[in-house]
């Protein structure tokens, strides 16, 4: 079975390069370059391990998005343990994230997402270890995760776009966020042109990464997929892969060659700051023109219906993958300047064309020159150096290597900053087939972690995951810092301080007041008891539970579920939530403890009377 699978997936891999009509050139020069004289000149040991053995801790946060869950995964890496799980744009009981007002408040009544691409907050080209932020494909949003306690502390609604999918944030400080519309929509979309495709717009929007407010956004030609930024500010991109600005398939695949889309922050700040760009009801934040010719936006062209866009540590390149080209483009971001100021063509600023393999997705990076690009048709994974590929050198390919099957991103320890230090290399596989134990007809994904510190790639562990990471980050663990114990005065209870305030109360007073049909019960959990054994209300009453876990040992969570009534969620040592519900039936209702937090658990208890 094994066997025969194998066999049928190296025929699949010849049968779709013969199919899609790529050069056997490419594959002649990788086998007959100095591929292997390059792994030996290079192995000069350092060992590569995935193991972590038991009561050791790994050397980076892995940080993952989720796909379809809208949540994202923290990982440890190179074990790949699972640490913790961050919802986002769905609910999760496990922590304060569960049903409580604050969530809901910051959901605003959503419940599904999906994410695509995290990136966390910089300074000066590295990360500064305080957010993360997360696009929601699904319903246009933007998420912060705040990086100290690992929870999402707000959501920004993209105005007038649909599909945000690309995400990057400013490398330089912690300033913007940037992303990408995807699917071009009438603006604004309220009925108006529905039959007209070519009145559509596909929007860039610039989001402020402290207040989380909209500062504009740019309408372009055709559509917008990844998104970068460069180290010094200057400018944001996108790949675009239907200038063809089509509605069908076949229209976004007939242009042998759509954009790289650059903007020039700088240009679009000054025409903002001088009240250039429209606005329509939904949003305060300008919209400024960059379609056609106009100093806001540069459309390079490069071949054909492009994916990914990265940059290269040492900032002077953007990666910018074929997906139906076999090729990536190395783009100049030092002839960006000369391309908006008229110097040269945009097509200028592409240095080289390598030809990679089939169906480039993602480009990661080792800091050492070299690139490793997803091949998402071939399965497979091409290292490759951008020196050598600029100066036309034939031996530009390094390795190939399979992966177990059809890759989609994949990022190296620390690629995405200045400091990528060429350890590992994380291949997200779409596709697991037969690397798993079976469960039915909707597979794990895998997570392939790859050794590159001995200068060539060594597959070292799989990894399967739920579906369906698209994006993660390898980032060094000595950069975030976490507190071990909320503090009683954060931000995230600033809605409960003053509920509790203005009852002239302080967090786990262990008091009901009453006022009208309104009841509030301050309580407080102490392992293995709640500060309220008993709560009175009448049918028809408003209720609000304030719950602060006020044990201060390390590790020491409760929860807080109230039976029948769709209400769960935890409280970690010092923090406080509440919730409002109206109480719609008569009867006993036990509230109870969900986090095994003492012997005398399952005895942390009370009861709920709706009289
Ligand atoms: Cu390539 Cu959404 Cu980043 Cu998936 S996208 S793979
Ligand atoms: Cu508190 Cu279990
Ligand atoms: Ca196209």
Same mark, same amino acid.
């Given at each position: ?7 049928? =997936?190296?025929? $699949?891999?010849?049968?779709? #390069? ?6 056997? +050139?490419?594959?002649? %020069?990788?086998? &007959? ?104 494909? =699904?319903?246009? $949003?933007?998420?912060?995760? #705040? ?6 502390? +707000?959501?920004?609604? %993209?105005?007038? &776009? ?450």
């Amino acid at each position: 079975m094994n066997k025969n699978n194998l066999v049928m =997936s190296k025929d $699949r891999r010849s049968f779709l #390069r013969k199919t899609l009509g790529v050069s056997v +050139a490419a594959a002649a %020069v990788y086998f &007959a370059s100095g591929a292997m004289n390059v792994v030996k000149a290079a192995s000069k040991k350092k060992v590569v391990s995935h193991v972590v053995n038991p009561g050791e801790l790994d050397k980076y946060y892995g940080f993952w998005s989720s796909g379809q869950s809208g949540e994202v995964r923290v990982l440890a890496v190179p074990s790949m343990r699972e640490l913790k799980l961050i919802p986002c744009f769905n609910y999760d009981c496990t922590n304060g994230w569960g049903i409580t007002n604050y969530s809901k408040q910051i959901l605003k009544g959503y419940t599904v997402g999906d994410t695509h691409h995290l990136h966390l907050s910089y300074n000066n080209g590295t990360y500064d270890g305080k957010f993360g932020f997360i696009n929601d494909k =699904s319903t246009g $949003r933007v998420a912060r995760v #705040r990086l100290d306690v690992m929870e999402t502390d +707000a959501i920004t609604k %993209v105005p007038y &776009a649909q599909g945000t999918h690309g995400l990057f944030t400013s490398r330089h400080k912690l300033d913007a966020v940037f992303c990408n519309s995807e699917f071009a929509i009438p603006l604004p979309n309220d009925g108006r042109d529905i039959e007209n495709p070519d009145k559509y717009v596909a929007l860039h929007t610039c989001i402020d990464a402290k207040t989380m407010k909209v500062r504009w956004q740019v309408m372009i030609d055709g559509n917008l997929d990844l998104c970068a930024t460069d180290y010094q500010g200057k400018y944001s991109m996108g790949t675009c892969y239907n200038s063809e600005e089509g509605v069908l398939l076949e229209d976004m695949m007939s242009a042998d060659r759509d954009h790289l889309t650059v903007f020039n922050l700088e240009k679009i700040e000054e025409a903002v700051n001088q009240g250039k760009g429209i606005k329509f009801k939904e949003s305060d934040a300008p919209i400024i023109d960059g379609r056609g010719k106009n100093p806001y936006v540069l459309y390079i062209p490069v071949p054909k219906n492009p994916h990914g866009v990265n940059i290269s540590p040492d900032g002077k390149y953007a990666i910018c993958s074929g997906k139906l080209s076999p090729t990536a483009s190395v783009i100049s971001i030092e002839k960006i300047a000369d391309a908006f100021a008229g110097k040269i063509a945009p097509k200028d600023c592409i240095l080289a064309e390598p030809e990679l393999g089939l169906g480039p997705l993602h480009t990661a990076f080792d800091g050492r020159g070299n690139c490793y690009t997803t091949l998402f048709l071939d399965s497979m994974v091409c290292m490759w150096n951008i020196d050598k590929a600029i100066k036309g050198d034939k031996d530009y390919l390094i390795q190939k290597l399979d992966v177990h099957y059809q890759p989609g991103h994949i990022n190296a320890s620390m690629s995405e900053t200045k400091d990528a230090d060429g350890n590992y290399v994380v291949s997200l596989n779409k596709f697991s087939k037969d690397r798993f134990l079976p469960v039915g007809p909707s597979y794990p994904d895998n997570d392939q972690l790859i050794g590159i510190s001995e200068g060539r790639m060594k597959l070292l562990h799989d990894g399967p995951v739920a579906p369906e990471p698209h994006d993660a980050l390898i980032v060094n663990r000595s950069l975030i810092k976490t507190v071990k114990i909320w503090n009683i005065n954060d931000r995230k209870f600033a809605y409960e301080r003053k509920l509790v305030q203005d009852l002239g109360l302080e967090f786990g007073a262990n008091k009901i007041v009453r006022k009208d049909d309104k009841v509030f019960a301050i309580m407080s959990s102490i392992a293995p008891n709640y500060g309220l054994k008993v709560i009175d209300v009448n049918l028809g009453d408003e209720v609000t539970i304030v719950q602060t876990n006020l044990d201060k040992v390390e590790d020491l969570t409760h929860g807080f579920c109230l039976s029948e009534h769709n209400l769960n969620f935890g409280v970690s040592p010092g923090e406080t939530a509440s919730v409002t519900f109206r109480a719609t039936r008569r009867g006993v209702f036990w509230y109870y403890c969900t986090w095994f937090c003492h012997a005398l658990h399952l005895e942390m208890r009370g009861r709920l009377l709706v009289h």
